[in-house]
T-cell receptor, first 111, second 114 residues
Framework: KQEVTQIPAALSVPEGENLVLNCSFT??????LQWFRQDPGKGLTSLLL?????REQTSGRLNASLDKSSGRSTLYIAASQPGDSATYLC??????????FGPGTRLSVLP | DTGVSQDPRHKITKRGQNVTFRCDPI?????LYWYRQTLGQGPEFLTY????????KSRLLSDRFSAERPKGSFSTLEIQRTEQGDSAMYLC????????????FGSGTRLTVV
């Protein structure tokens, strides 16, 4: 059974810092991995999708990497801003199954 | 088509009442998913449809829960005889059959059972 963990559970940083969020999964036979952002009481917004054949994806100040063999992904946020404050969720999908989500990392960027 | 729509956004109901939520997926997507999210946790899979066929149901989906997608377009999720433990955010997502394109989620329906 696929299990996904995220470290840290919560993070508070001053504005302008670069930061890394970590995601680990137990079954490396994944089809793809997707990072989402969730604002309080809201739905999920897709940030980056990494297919199993890819090693990283970039969008603006965000960069996500994937190491299938070690069961890890990282989300790098450059030059953090208060508007980046949200919960960041990692989700993986195995062949023939559905997305399994991690518990999320709650990020606060202080002005 | 602006994305996945869910209605209502919020629902407060008394314990024992029935509730129904609606999800309108992206029109080109033939897969539709329901997830449930409790406070401080990641979403948990409930069920999914490919067109009108319900292909998988989680063990989380008790007999009080039923989902339909009658014409392969919108879907409804009904909870009968609601319990306080049903209080959660119910999220709908849609995707192409080729899931390598990822999921698109709606804004969710927050259910509070009092």
């Amino acid at each position: 059974k696929q299990e996904v963990t995220q470290i840290p559970a919560a993070l508070s940083v001053p504005e302008g810092e670069n930061l890394v969020l970590n995601c680990s999964f137990t079954d490396s036979a994944i089809y793809n991995l997707q990072w989402f952002r969730q604002d309080p009481g809201k739905g999920l917004t897709s940030l980056l999708l990494i297919q199993s054949s890819q090693r990283e994806q970039t969008s603006g100040r965000l960069n996500a990497s994937l190491d299938k063999s070690s069961g890890r992904s990282t989300l790098y946020i450059a030059a953090s801003q208060p508007g980046d404050s949200a919960t960041y969720l990692c989700a993986v999908i195995n062949y023939g199954q559905n997305f399994v989500f991690g518990p999320g990392t709650r990020l606060s960027v202080l002005p | 088509d602006t994305g996945v729509s869910q209605d209502p956004r919020h629902k407060i109901t008394k314990r024992g009442q029935n509730v129904t939520f609606r999800c309108d997926p992206i029109s080109e997507h033939n897969r539709l998913y329901w997830y449930r999210q409790t406070l401080g946790q990641g979403p948990e899979f409930l069920t999914y449809f490919q067109n009108e066929a319900q292909l998988e149901k989680s063990r989380l989906l008790s007999d009080r829960f039923s989902a339909e997608r009658p014409k392969g377009s919108f879907s409804t999720l009904e909870i009968q005889r609601t319990e306080q433990g049903d209080s959660a955010m119910y999220l709908c997502a849609s995707s192409f059959k080729q899931v390598n394109y990822g999921y698109t989620f709606g804004s969710g329906t927050r259910l509070t059972v009092v």
